[in-house]
Nanobody
Framework: QVQLVESGGGMVQAGGSLRLSCIIS????????TGWYRQAPGKQRELVAE???????NYADSVKGRFTISRDNTKKSVYLQMNSLKPEDTAVYYC????????????????WGQGTQVTVSS
């Protein structure tokens, strides 16, 4: 099974920083796309940042200039550095990846982590 495990969430005051990590494990043949999403109470899940299949980055307008997505392909990891956090960043953050594994049919399949809570107090 492919698993995505997030860590690094927590509670921080406005203006503070957190770094989220996501480790992708399993018998993986290739990783085609990785991203971070978030879901606040009563709201839909939204894209925060991603590495597209072409390798470029894409950010939600609300986090541009404050958040940075990075990755370590050798460790099959993706990270989200979050600076200048605001109360409106409070949400459960999810790691997402399109992965080709030995368990699948040869095409990328979509996998999600269990989520990590980020709470920003004012």
């Amino acid at each position: 099974q492919v698993q995505l495990v997030e860590s690094g969430g927590g509670m921080v005051q406005a203006g503070g920083s957190l770094r989220l990590s996501c480790i992708i494990s399993g018998r993986i043949l290739s990783i085609h796309r990785t991203g971070w999403y978030r879901q606040a109470p009563g709201k839909q899940r939204e894209l925060v940042a991603e590495f597209t299949r072409g390798g470029s980055t894409n950010y939600a307008d609300s986090v541009k200039g404050r958040f940075t997505i990075s990755r370590d392909n050798t460790k099959k990891s993706v990270y989200l550095q979050m600076n200048s956090l605001k109360p409106e960043d409070t949400a459960v953050y999810y790691c997402n990846a399109d992965v080709v594994s030995v368990y699948g049919l040869g095409s990328p399949e979509d996998y999600w982590g269990q989520g990590t809570q980020v709470t920003v107090s004012s």
